[in-house]
């Protein structure tokens, strides 16, 4: 007993050290690469403005800011004994992200109803398929006006904007995956009389999962964008959206603030997507075929 209660600690640490290893390297590649850009960008910056060419525009810092610049911005008041820019832009993020995650659950939890209701009638999938398809060639800005005289001025109105983002991917993505489970498996199935509820929820919802989460990670940004471009027509000061078009008003004389804003709606959408990737993880493992 003593000894393999002194075994077990030596056998544990190597199952911990490759996951450690793994997370280490992840981690170290995502800040070279990060700093590899950053250079990148001062780099264009410097090559660009030194020998004075224009093509494809002038660089200067009211044109391409310095990181430095746009940094120190997020620092400073955002106007006469205004909050810190940092502070004022979370605000505007966190309402943003109030709508767009709305609008994301709305157009997932439709796309999803969608391609079940698909993959059960051929003659569905040949009637509405082409009308879903067409109706992502549409300009977001086109449809964004009419949402909000329809709904009215407010977050409804951005919420359904996002959704109309979502629910394509998550549709086309959905059917696929159910209609990807094993014929040999759905034999199996029949043989044990089983109705279309069972077949959907314990063989064609677990073969769709990682086709679910790859169409939910494209829906997470997408839903971001739809909800700033919902908050220009329905006049919302309180979003992202709102402080876009505020600070594109004074781009000449401050154009750090809105390279700032771009910033932070940037790192909004990669906060959606690492929630998607973080959730793909904790369910996808669970999924029947990796439990067995």
């Known amino acids: 007993m003593t000894q393999a209660a002194t075994a077990s600690p030596a056998l544990a640490r190597p199952s911990l ?6 997370g280490g390297i992840r981690a170290a590649t995502t800040l070279v690469t990060f700093a590899a ?8 910056h410097w090559v660009w403005a030194s020998a004075g060419w224009t093509w494809p525009f002038p660089v200067n810092d009211t044109t391409l800011p310095h990181l430095w610049t746009i940094a120190k911005a997020l620092g400073r008041p ?3 004994q205004g909050p810190l820019l940092i502070v004022l832009l979370l605000h505007h993020a966190w309402f943003t992200a109030k709508e767009a995650l709305a609008g994301f659950a709305l157009g ?16 569905a999938q040949r009637a509405l398929l082409p009308y879903i398809v067409a109706s992502q060639t549409i300009p977001i800005l086109a449809i964004a006006p009419m949402v909000v005289v329809w709904l009215k001025s407010g977050w409804q109105s951005v919420a359904v904007i996002a959704a109309y983002l979502t629910f394509f991917p998550v549709t086309i993505n959905v059917l696929r995956g159910l209609q990807s489970a094993e014929a040999r498996a759905h034999e199996l199935m029949r043989s044990y009389a089983a109705s279309r509820w069972q077949v959907l929820w314990r063989l064609r919802v677990p073969a769709s999962l990682p086709y679910l989460f790859t169409a939910l990670k494209i829906s997470a940004t997408a839903s971001v964008v739809g909800a700033i471009i919902g908050e220009l027509p329905s006049s919302i000061q309180s979003g992202l959206g709102g402080a876009i078009i505020n600070f594109n008003q004074y781009y ?3 154009p750090e603030n809105l390279w700032a804003t771009n910033v932070v709606a940037a790192l909004l ?8 990737v973080l959730a793909e993880k904790l369910v996808v493992r669970r999924a029947p075929e990796h439990l067995a």
């Open 37 to 44: 850009l950053c250079g990148l960008y001062e780099l264009y």
């Open 108 to 123: 997932a939890v439709t796309g999803f109803v969608l391609a079940v209701a698909l993959v059960h009638s051929r003659l």
């Open 252 to 254: 000449s004389l401050q």
């Open 17 to 22: 050290s490759p996951a450690l290893r793994r």
């Open 269 to 276: 959408g990669v906060a959606f997507f690492l929630a998607v």
């Open 78 to 80: 955002s106007g006469y």
